[in-house]
């Protein structure tokens, strides 16, 4: 699950804390930062986070005011209050917030935010595609990939591609809408910008303590593997 992240708050070092410490999480993409709710309220609107990591004593309009005027939106965000501040728990509450983090910041708190984060972010079951085909814009063709054929799925800047045996396709999917529909084949995400095909993983490379890659059936590329993920991807792969 991709979670886009933005972290207000008027004090730099407290969002470089915060940044630091949700790089250790790789579903968290940090999208934007904002030192007021006004600045905040722009990027909300054109970058459509899922969550807010909030500070609520700033300047000008705070934290629980902000959040509460996102109450009006038809989809709003997530809120994650990060303060100094005690006295906000039940407005906090008030706001449907899912958690609650005092300065300074616990690693162990956090990894227990983004959770429940994870539990009211989880999408609702779906059914497969009737076809089980992804459709692909090519110039003036559709083209219909079936998801056996595809080694791997990443996102690089804003754009996600698809890549096969047969060649790479450009996608106006996310890679949190392709993960979705294909949750019902073989693919495991392996990184915060990569899903791929475990059927056609030949290799996982350990490169030192920290560092993995994988190697895909008829590719030359080496996937990067997040630590995080090499547990659980060693389990799915091995009997």
Do not use: C
């Not at 396709?169 to 475990?198: D, M, W």
């Amino acid at each position: 699950m991709e979670i886009r992240a933005v972290i207000i708050d008027d004090e730099p070092l407290s969002r470089q804390e915060l940044l630091h410490l949700l790089s250790e999480h790789p579903d968290i993409q940090v999208i934007g930062e904002a030192q007021s709710a006004e600045k905040a309220m722009e990027m909300i609107l054109t970058k459509e986070p899922d969550v807010l990591f909030l500070d609520i004593e700033m300047t000008g309009m705070n934290g629980v005011e902000l959040a509460e005027t996102l109450q009006n939106m038809k989809k709003p965000p997530a809120i994650i209050f990060a303060t100094a501040y005690q006295d906000y728990a039940v407005k906090a509450f008030r706001v449907e917030a899912v958690d609650y983090l005092l300065k300074p910041f616990d690693e162990k708190q956090l990894a227990q935010a983004v959770n429940r984060l994870k539990m009211r972010l989880k999408p609702a079951e779906v059914k497969p595609p009737s076809t089980g085909r992804l459709a692909v814009q090519s110039e003036d063709r559709i083209i219909y990939l079936e998801p056996d054929e595809l080694l791997y799925v990443y996102r690089e800047g804003r754009d996600t591609f698809l890549v096969s045996e047969k060649g790479m396709y450009p996608t106006k999917l996310s890679l949190k809408e392709l993960e979705q529909k294909l949750k019902y084949y073989s693919f495991f995400r392996v990184h915060k910008g990569y899903l791929v095909n475990i059927k056609k993983v030949e290799e996982l490379v350990s490169w030192s303590t920290n560092v993995f890659e994988l190697k895909v059936r008829n590719s030359q590329k080496l996937i990067p593997v997040s630590r995080n993920y090499v547990k659980e991807l060693r389990e799915t792969l091995e009997l």
